[in-house]
């Protein structure tokens, strides 16, 4: 982040500073975060700002200290020189790989049987049912990205402000060097690639991350059981844990029913 970009900004910023990346030579600042929880306003406006600035918000989920899993976001919490680029990664070969590998059979699973395994998947099983179309609709993005904002501040009022340089939000997640599904692949680049083109097929927006969790606004979302099971399955494949993790592993037609006209997505990674 160059510290001369935000001198530029027509929206008045708050109380913040420039974090440093720990790694490399030091001198790498991803982002700049504000000091305190920030608006839904303040989040859109700079949003909207997007095309003249170059700049990305992001909203960084910051629970109360007494949560154990409270994250103070500061130095040593992002790790942009980890990173390859998203332009270097096929989304389609991406997804198309990960399901290959999570629908894989494992004798040894000591969670599900080779049948509950399949029985999750279903209809597709094993096999990958390729990419979902592209859903019709007139639906403004930033909009929608605006009013998912302000339901997220409700919901987590502490939010604090993230900005980063970046030509969109699927690359602010690289370029940040946020790593949230680390523990899947620690190189966020391919993570971003999906969402990149979900951006272009879906109208999806980034609007929030926490240490373990991503938050889209989605403008164009499924609107038939058909298409939402497809988008069900690219899910699958970009965060197995939405469907695997739980009281008991859901399926991907019960997980596609809650896509259905519904305008965010929402992921978190064991």
């Not at 989920?61 to 998203?86: L, Q, T, V, Y």
């Not at 290959?100 to 000591?110: G, K, P, Q, R, W």
């Not at 970046?166 to 969402?195: H, K, Q, R």
């Amino acid at each position: 982040m160059n510290p001369e970009l935000l001198s530029t900004f027509a929206v008045p910023l708050p109380p913040g500073r420039l974090i440093t990346s720990d790694e490399g030579d030091g001198d790498v600042q991803p982002l700049w975060l504000s000091d305190g929880p920030v608006s839904a306003e303040l989040w859109a406006r700079i949003r909207d700002e997007h095309p003249r600035s170059g700049v990305w918000p992001l909203l960084l989920d910051s629970r109360d200290p007494e949560d154990s899993d409270f994250r103070p976001w500061g130095a040593g919490e992002f790790f942009p020189e980890r990173m390859s680029s998203p332009d270097d990664h096929d989304p389609t070969d991406l997804l198309e790989k990960w399901w290959t590998t999570y629908t894989a059979i494992d004798e040894d699973d000591d969670m599900l049987s080779p049948d509950e395994r399949l029985a999750v998947t279903a209809p597709f099983g094993q096999t990958w049912p390729g990419l979902a179309p592209c859903s019709e609709g007139a639906a403004n993005p930033s909009q929608l990205a605006a009013e998912y904002a302000e339901h997220f501040v409700l919901s987590r009022p502490l939010s604090r402000l993230g900005l980063v340089a970046a030509p969109s939000g699927a690359d602010a997640l690289t370029l940040a060097g946020w790593d949230g599904p680390a523990n899947w692949d620690n190189d966020t680049a391919v993570f971003s690639a999906v969402v990149s083109d979900w951006e272009q097929r879906f109208g999806a927006r980034v609007v929030a991350v926490s240490s373990d969790t991503l938050h889209l606004s989605i403008a164009t979302p499924p609107t038939s059981r058909e298409d939402a099971l497809l988008v069900a399955a690219e899910h699958f494949a970009f965060c197995p844990d939405n469907i695997w993790n739980g009281p008991h592993p859901q399926t991907l037609a019960a997980y596609a029913e809650r896509l259905i006209d519904t305008h965010c997505w929402d992921f978190w990674w064991d």
